[in-house]
T-cell receptor
Framework: AQSVTQPDIHITVSEGASLELRCNYS??????LFWYVQSPGQGLQLLLK??????LVQGIKGFEAEFKRSQSSFNLRKPSVHWSDAAEYFC?????????????FGKGTRLSVIA | DAGVIQSPRHEVTEMGQEVTLRCKPI?????LFWYRQTMMRGLELLIY????????DSGMPEDRFSAKMPNASFSTLKIQPSEPRDSAVYFC????????????FGDGTRLSIL
């Protein structure tokens, strides 16, 4: 069965510090991989996606993620966190070559940013 | 372009009442998804439609839940009768036919059943 694990429920970082949010997935083949961000009271906004090719993908707001097939991981990183990055982050997987099927989401990691 | 539009944004009602959530997908998108978000279970798929046809409703909790998509620009999720355990945020998302395009989410409906 497809599943996504985000081991960290809540992370707190200082503004300006680097960030890494972990994501591991279980899937029969290499899936499509996504990171979404949810600000309070808002819907989910796509940060970045991986379909194939270069395993390091760049997204919006200065985020990047690296796909590691051997570790079934797709960790999200940012070199310098801003206070506005405080939000909930969701990793998701979907079947390859199929844009019209549902995604499976992790339970999210809440990011707090302190001064 | 307008994004996915959900209404109402907030709904508070008493248990036993009928609740109807509405969603307008992005124009041209042919798939529509209903998700429910709770603290305990995270984001769960309830049902999804391709070209207005329900494809998988196995996530619908029970017969009290029903969803329709009468045309490409409108979908409803109905709960009748509602119960306190239905309290959650309900999201609608849509995606286009292009396999390389991700799902776009609405801002959700926060539902509280008293």
């Amino acid at each position: 069965a497809q599943s996504v694990t985000q081991p960290d429920i809540h992370i707190t970082v200082s503004e300006g510090a680097s960030l890494e949010l972990r994501c591991n997935y279980s899937y029969g083949a290499t899936p499509y991989l996504f990171w979404y961000v949810q600000s309070p009271g808002q819907g989910l906004q796509l940060l970045l996606k991986y379909f194939s090719g270069d395993t390091l993908v760049q997204g919006i707001k200065g985020f990047e993620a690296e796909f590691k097939r051997s570790q079934s991981s797709f960790n999200l990183r940012k070199p310098s966190v801003h206070w506005s990055d405080a939000a909930e982050y969701f990793c998701a997987v979907g079947p390859p070559n199929s844009g019209n099927t549902p995604l499976v989401f992790g339970k999210g990691t809440r990011l707090s940013v302190i001064a | 372009d307008a994004g996915v539009i959900q209404s109402p944004r907030h709904e508070v009602t008493e248990m036993g009442q009928e609740v109807t959530l509405r969603c307008k997908p992005i124009s041209g998108h042919n798939s529509l998804f209903w998700y429910r978000q709770t603290m305990m279970r995270g984001l769960e798929l309830l049902i999804y439609f391709n070209n207005n046809v329900p494809i998988d409703d196995s996530g619908m909790p029970e017969d009290r839940f029903s969803a329709k998509m009468p045309n490409a620009s409108f979908s409803t999720l109905k709960i009748q009768p509602s119960e306190p355990r239905d309290s959650a945020v309900y999201f609608c998302a849509s995606s286009p036919r292009d396999i390389n395009q991700p799902q776009h989410f609405g801002d959700g409906t926060r539902l509280s059943i008293l």
